[in-house]
């Protein structure tokens, strides 16, 4: 176990509706990644919060948000869900190691959008 | 363009028998190169990680090779389990964003046989 939790496990939607996926850091951990991963693919980097500001952010509409809070836990929000946004949703803190960041992954939240 | 590329793209082996994963990049600057093991539906758990100076590493029956000149790295797995049955992926961390910004392969779908 990572330490790194998500919720919901799964969760159905339909086109248009708008949904919001929470995430629970590891204790003492100041970073949050958020990745979307489809069927058979690689996971794809959505954004990074570093102390509650977004830190970076792939190639994604402004329809996902994110949020960190004091605590460190987030949210990743998607507004007008599509079809295409079905994928499993994966969010990941970091600690600093030497040579770079290790990110743990939480177990992830499998959308589905109908 | 930073990519990190995997092959095989699938495997399937007996129980019991030897594999050799490849990971070709071109993330640059390079800060460090992770193996993770992901179970379907479940988030990345990571395997090995290493720096630009490291050549080789082992975690039990998972050994990592890395040969940073020119930008290949190998996992070995040695005697495999019928829970080495998962997604490999492997992950590059670039050294230009302050936190460490990850780049994934697609993953070697890794099937074990009885």
């Known amino acids: 176990e990572t330490g790194v939790t998500q919720s919901p496990t799964h969760l159905i939607k339909t086109r248009g509706q708008q949904v919001t996926l929470r995430c629970s850091s590891q204790?003492?951990?100041?970073?949050v990644s958020w990745y979307q991963q489809a069927l058979g693919q690689g996971p794809q980097f959505i954004f990074q919060?570093?102390?509650?500001?977004?830190?970076g952010r792939g190639n994604f509409p402004p329809r996902f948000s994110g949020l960190q809070f004091p605590n460190y836990s987030s949210e990743l929000n998607v507004n007008a869900l599509e079809l295409d946004d079905s994928a499993l949703y994966l969010c990941?803190?970091?600690?600093?190691?030497?040579?770079?960041?290790?990110?743990?992954f939480g177990p992830g939240t499998r959308l589905t959008v109908l | 363009k930073n990519q990190v590329e995997q092959s095989p793209q699938s495997l399937i082996i007996l129980e019991g028998k030897n594999c050799t994963l490849q990971?070709?990049?071109?993330?640059?600057?390079?800060?460090?190169l992770r193996w993770y093991k992901q179970d379907t539906g479940r988030g990345p758990v990571s395997l090995t990680i290493?720096?630009?100076?490291?050549n080789t590493k082992s975690n039990g029956r998972y050994t990592a090779t890395l040969d940073a000149d020119t930008k290949q790295s190998s996992l070995h797995i040695t005697a495999s389990q019928l829970s080495d049955s998962a997604s490999y992926i492997c992950?590059?961390?670039?050294?230009?964003?302050?936190?460490?910004?990850?780049?994934f392969g697609r993953g070697t779908q890794l099937t074990v046989w009885p």
């Open positions: 990941a803190s970091s600690l600093r190691l030497a040579g770079g960041y290790e990110q743990f």
């Open positions: 204790s003492g951990h100041n970073t």
């Open positions: 919060y570093y102390r509650e500001e977004e830190n």
């Open positions: 990971c070709n990049y071109t993330v640059s600057p390079f800060s460090n």
């Open positions: 290493m720096t630009f100076s490291e």
């Open positions: 992950v590059v961390t670039d050294r230009g964003s302050t936190l460490g910004r990850l780049y």
